[in-house]
C-alpha cells in the first residue's frame, strides 16, 4: 500500500481478505475498507488483479494510468491510498477419467502446468499415474468433492464415456471434455439426450475436446486438451462450461443395413457405429434375434435395446 497523508493508513500496510468478506489485517477506515473488500471479492472471481487509487480528488486524464480504478473518498481525513489486490487462488482442479494412453499424458502434462490431477477408472492402478495427486476406483464423479468445481475429461475411449458423463454434466464444473471422434461424439451425445440430460448443460460438452492442433500422438492431444483448459481458465474461451452455446457435435451415424459377421456366439461389429469390438474386451453386450451382439460402450447398447430392428434387419 501507498499513502499520501492525511490518512489512517500507514506505508506498506497490508490484508487478508476471505471469500466471505471477511478480513485480516488493515487496510484503512470505514471509508476505504468497504472498497477494498468489494475490488477484492471481485479479484476472487475474475482471477485478475488490481490496483486501486482512493482520493478526494477526482483524477485528471492526465493522471489516469492502464489497469488502475480510481474512486473518490468523501471522508473528511482526505489523503490518498494506492492498494493493490492480488488474488490468491488454489490450484485448479482436473479430473481425467480413464487409464489409456491419452488419460496418462492428461495427467502428466497436467500436474506439470500447476493442475491439482484427480485420474479416476474403475480398474486404475495407482502406481501407473504418479503425477496424480489422487486415484479413485471409479467413473462416477457425481459425489465428489461436492465442494470443487473441477475441469472434468473424460478419456477412457468407450470403456466409460456414458456414465462419466451423465455424473459429469449433473454437476457444477468449470469445464466438461470427451475424448472421441466426431462421430463418437455424436452417438454420445444421443445417448446423453435419451437420458434426460438437460439441453443446456449436454450444449457445454466439449466433444470432442481440445484445440484443432493436428494433434496425433497421445502427447499432443493431451497438449491441444490443456491448451483450451488455459483458454477457459485465463478467460479467452468463446465458450462457457455450463450453460454455454452448442459445440462441436459431430455427423449423424447411417443405420446398419445388413447384418454383420458374427465370431463364434457373438457378433463383435458393434452395429450401431460400426466399430469393431475386440473380443477380450466386450464388456457390453446385448442379445437379438438369437445373436449376441458386441458394443464399444454403454451408450450404443442402450440405443440399440431401444429399437433393435433400426439397426440389423428383422428375421425373415
Known amino acids: 500500500m501507498a499513502v499520501q497523508r492525511p490518512t489512517s493508513a500507514r506505508p506498506g500496510a497490508r490484508g487478508l481478505i476471505h471469500p466471505d468478506g471477511t478480513i485480516e489485517g488493515w487496510v ?3 471509508c476505504s475498507q468497504p472498497i477494498v473488500v468489494r475490488e477484492a471479492l471481485r479479484s476472487l472471481g475474475d482471477a485478475q488483479p488490481r490496483l486501486l487509487r482512493l482520493s478526494r480528488d477526482t483524477p485528471s486524464d492526465s493522471r489516469r494510468g492502464d489497469g488502475i ?58 502406481e501407473a499415474f504418479p503425477s ?18 473441477p475441469y472434468i475429461v473424460v478419456a477412457s475411449q468407450g470403456q466409460w464415456d456414458e456414465e462419466a458423463l451423465v455424473s459429469a454434466l ?22 446423453l439426450a435419451d437420458e434426460g440430460v438437460p439441453t443446456e448443460r449436454l450444449a457445454a460438452l466439449r ?4 484445440l484443432d492442433l493436428g494433434a496425433e500422438t497421445a502427447e499432443e492431444i ?31 451415424l447411417e443405420s446398419a443395413s445388413e447384418s454383420p459377421p458374427a465370431e463364434g456366439d457373438i457378433v463383435l461389429l458393434d452395429p450401431v457405429c460400426g ?5 477380450e474386451h466386450a464388456r457390453h453386450l446385448a442379445e437379438h434375434a438369437g ?20 439397426y440389423v434387419p428383422a428375421a425373415v
Do not use: N
Request: aromatic letters at 6%.
Open 28 to 30: 484503512g477506515g470505514s
Open 69 to 126: 480504478i480510481d474512486y473518490v473518498m468523501t471522508c473528511h481525513s482526505g489523503g490518498t491510498l494506492e492498494i493493490y489486490v492480488e488474488p490468491h487462488l488454489p490450484a485448479p482442479a482436473l479430473w481425467v477419467v480413464g487409464t489409456t494412453p491419452i488419460a496418462g499424458a492428461l495427467v502428466e502434462l497436467g500436474a506439470d502446468l500447476g493442475f491439482r490431477v484427480t485420474l479416476l477408472d474403475p480398474v486404475a492402478d495407482a
Open 132 to 149: 496424480a495427486q489422487r486415484v479413485v476406483a471409479s467413473a462416477d464423479v457425481a459425489g465428489l468433492d461436492p465442494g470443487t468445481s
Open 170 to 191: 449433473r454437476r457444477d464444473a468449470v469445464y466438461v471434455g470427451l475424448v472421441a471422434s466426431p462421430t463418437r461424439s455424436a452417438v454420445v451425445r444421443a445417448y
Open 207 to 210: 466433444a470432442p475436446a481440445g
Open 222 to 252: 493431451a497438449i491441444s486438451i490443456l491448451a483450451e483448459l488455459v483458454q477457459v481458465r485465463r478467460g479467452r474461451a468463446s465458450f462457457v462450461a455450463a450453460p454455454g452455446p452448442a459445440t462441436l457435435a459431430g455427423t449423424p
Open 275 to 279: 466399430m469393431t469390438v475386440e473380443r
Open 291 to 310: 445373436l449376441v451382439y458386441a458394443f464399444c460402450s454403454l451408450g450404443c447398447r442402450t440405443r440399440f435395446m431401444k429399437d433393435p430392428t433400426a
